[in-house]
Antibody, heavy 117, light 107 residues
Framework: EVQLVESGGGLVQPGGSLRISCADSGFTFRDFWMSWVRQAPGKGLEWVANIKQDGSEKHYVDSVKGRFTISRDNAKSSLYLQMNSLRDEDTAVYYC??????????WGQGTLVTVSS | DIQMTQSPSSLSASVGDGVTITCRASQSISNYLNWYQQKPGKAPKVLIYAASSLQSGVPSRFSGSGSGTDFTLTISSLQLEDFATYYCQQSYSIPRTFGQGTKVEIK
């Protein structure tokens, strides 16, 4: 059974940093692109970033470029999102998801990141 | 970035009704269009991928159609468990963008 489990969310002050993680099992992690998608409270879904199987290619939405870094450790079947210079508008539930050419087919349960003073 | 516009933003319907949600892309995306269902407090779940392919395990009352810029999600006979928010997403180009969502409520 495919499972994606996010962790590391919490409360952080504006301008602060946080790293969230996603532990994956039930599939061959190194064979798939992976994505982060977020959802602000009461709002819609926003795709944030994705990363190629070997980590050689990464893409970001403009609003996080230069502040967020996506990475992966294939030996640990884990996905990460390092978030720096956090802003109020980064407050959201962050989901990791397995990426396919046609959408994200498996999602974790999400981890809440709250940016507030 | 490709903009995805869904309509309506919300709708009220009864169990057994047929429902259609539309999604329009700001430029052609071929068939790189996916539909998700999300219930409160839960992660999204893919229903339809490649515009018209039903994800494994999804009931056949869900169907998708379209290509290019105009797409539809149809629920043939609404069931109680279908009351949720539905999102379209294009995976044709980066960034992958979502529609704003359509909330399907009980009439």
């Amino acid at each position: 059974e495919v499972q994606l489990v996010e962790s590391g969310g919490g409360l952080v002050q504006p301008g602060g940093s946080l790293r969230i993680s996603c532990a994956d099992s039930g599939f061959t992690f190194r064979d798939f692109w992976m994505s982060w998608v977020r959802q602000a409270p009461g709002k819609g879904l926003e795709w944030v970033a994705n990363i190629k199987q070997d980590g050689s290619e990464k893409h970001y939405v403009d609003s996080v470029k230069g502040r967020f870094t996506i990475s992966r450790d294939n030996a640990k079947s884990s996905l990460y999102l390092q978030m720096n210079s956090l802003r109020d508008e980064d407050t959201a539930v962050y989901y990791c998801a397995r990426a396919r050419p046609y959408g994200e087919d498996y999602w974790g349960q999400g981890t809440l990141v709250t940016v507030s003073s | 970035d490709i903009q995805m516009t869904q309509s309506p933003s919300s709708l009220s319907a009864s169990v057994g009704d047929g429902v259609t949600i539309t999604c329009r892309a700001s430029q052609s995306i071929s068939n790189y269009l996916n539909w998700y269902q999300q219930k409160p407090g839960k992660a999204p779940k893919v229903l339809i991928y490649a515009a018209s392919s039903l994800q494994s395990g999804v009931p056949s009352r869900f169907s998708g159609s379209g290509s290019g810029t105009d797409f539809t999600l149809t629920i043939s006979s609404l069931q109680l468990e279908d009351f949720a928010t539905y999102y379209c997403q294009q995976s044709y180009s980066i960034p992958r963008t979502f529609g704003q969502g359509t909330k399907v409520e009980i009439k």
